[in-house]
């Protein structure tokens, strides 16, 4: 049984891991800190805007129009598409459902007021329900932080033209969480809501108002349970009762409902037996890069490497001492430059394990347009690591640096994520993918060998 090692463990590592362990592969994940679920939403943008900031009515279609280095254009539409119902089909094995597809994008209501595109949701973040009600109430909680019920009513009643009847309302947060001790944040009344007094507070005090009906979406905070299993029960349970339509806001800080993916992909490592290793900061590698010299010497000197273009093992530093990880393949998932997967200097950027150079401008405000938010793509967001059609790093010539060595998620070259609304997408589709392609690269490169 080949063995694979995945480092990182946001949403791209642990999808790697798992797609990566139903192909048969023995998977460990090497992690270091816990990954961007817990500031973003746990959905899957595929492509919201093309380059001129038109929305995308059909992704999948744009899609099979873009052209490479683009991470969606090295796979492929088909590829993408399989992916999105591989994602599908993990998240209800771990009765967690979403829906969609990637031909359609759904309207995602925002922590201000507004929609955004995004293919697949969980139920709870259905806007769907907004459009089709001739009544919103905007819900909002006493001492919670970071949301903003006016301002979204503000927005709703703008962007509806006030051809729909839009209230805010208060509840009172008379549970004991925070209340005399600190700022309560959307997890709280999350983890609150899983209880049976929270739910009972939480009904009671919206009957008492009596605002809620069949003809009313009522939008509240990311709070319908901590746990993905327990999620779908609490709202259903909730609606009965209160007879009307509830719509979790996509996201707000600490992100509710990312945390519900992340609770979902580690239980799916463990359904696996894939292992994870905590804070194991991968420092360097064993291997020889295969455009390096021909007296080039192993990386670490850990001992003589007769082959090429294979990394043999990751070291990882921590504790005042160092490990060493062996595997026959290793998929890196570390993110962009603020996940620290790549470093950023005075008119440089690399990939920090196998220091692999980014090509850059040399002059650093050749990086971005003038302003920040231009209504375009900006430069910088699209430098990353160059990778072949089976997302193996690539030098400038398109030789492969590392046979057995593969990169997904948002260290890659070729898309801006923020701009597109392509970030989750990527990350699922190119872990799916690097999955797919393990087989062959291993076989492509034993295969040279014996040339």
């Known amino acids: 049984m080949a063995q ?22 023995q998977v460990k994940v090497l992690a270091f800190g816990q990954g961007a679920l817990t500031v973003a939403g746990g959905i899957i943008d595929l492509f919201g805007y093309d380059e001129n900031g038109v929305l995308v009515t059909d992704p999948l279609a744009h899609i099979a129009k873009l052209q490479k280095p683009h991470p969606y254009a090295l796979m492929g539409a088909q590829r993408v598409e399989e992916a999105l ?9 771990q009765n967690y459902l979403y829906l969609g597809d990637g031909h359609h994008n759904q309207k995602v209501p925002t922590a201000i007021g507004s929609f955004k595109p995004s293919c697949l949701i969980p139920p709870s973040i259905d806007g769907s329900y907004a459009f089709d009600c001739p009544k919103i109430v905007v819900v909002g909680f006493n001492l919670l932080k970071d949301y903003y019920p006016r301002l979204i009513a503000k927005n709703l009643k703008h962007f509806f033209a006030r051809s729909k009847e839009v209230e805010v309302t208060e509840l009172m947060l008379n549970w004991p969480t925070g209340k005399e001790y600190r700022d309560v944040s959307a997890l709280d009344l999350a983890r609150e809501l899983e209880t049976p007094i929270g739910q009972l507070n939480f009904v009671t005090q919206l009957k008492a108002k009596n605002i809620c009906g069949p003809d009313t979406a009522v939008i509240i ?23 009307t339509k509830l719509i979790e806001v996509s996201s707000i800080p600490p992100s509710v409902t990312g945390l519900r993916l992340d609770h979902l992909l580690r239980r799916a490592c463990a359904d696996l037996n894939i292992d994870i290793i905590e804070k194991a900061q991968v420092v360097g590698y064993t291997g020889i890069k295969a455009n390096a010299g021909e007296d080039a010497a192993p990386s670490a000197n850990k001992w003589q490497v007769q082959e090429k273009g294979k990394c043999l093992s990751l070291i990882t530093g921590g504790y005042g001492r160092e490990r060493e990880y062996t595997a026959d393949a290793f998929i890196v998932a570390t993110g962009g430059v603020f996940g620290a997967g790549l470093v950023t200097t005075m008119g440089r950027m690399y990939e920090p394990i ?8 040399e002059v650093q405000r050749d990086w971005s347009h003038k302003y920040l938010f231009c209504g375009q793509p900006q430069p910088f967001a699209a430098y990353g690591v160059s990778v072949n059609e089976h997302l193996q790093p690539i030098d400038e010539a398109g030789n492969v640096i590392f046979h057995n060595v ?43 060998q014996k040339k």
């Open 4 to 25: 694979v090692i995945v480092v990182g463990a946001g949403i791209s590592g642990l999808l790697a891991a798992c797609f990566a362990a139903k192909r048969g592969y």
């Open 406 to 448: 593969q990169f997904v998620g948002r260290s890659l070259r070729g898309y801006d994520f923020c701009f597109e609304k392509s970030g989750n997408g990527v990350a699922v589709t190119t872990a799916y993918h690097a999955a797919c392609e393990l087989e062959h690269n291993l076989a492509a490169y034993q295969a040279q």
């Open 221 to 243: 905070p990311p709070i319908l349970g901590e746990r993905p299993e327990l999620s779908a029960e609490i709202q259903t349970k909730l609606e009965r009762e209160l007879n």
């Open 354 to 361: 196998f220091d692999l150079e980014i090509k850059v401008p």
């Open 85 to 93: 119902e591989a994602f599908k089909t993990l998240t209800a094995e």
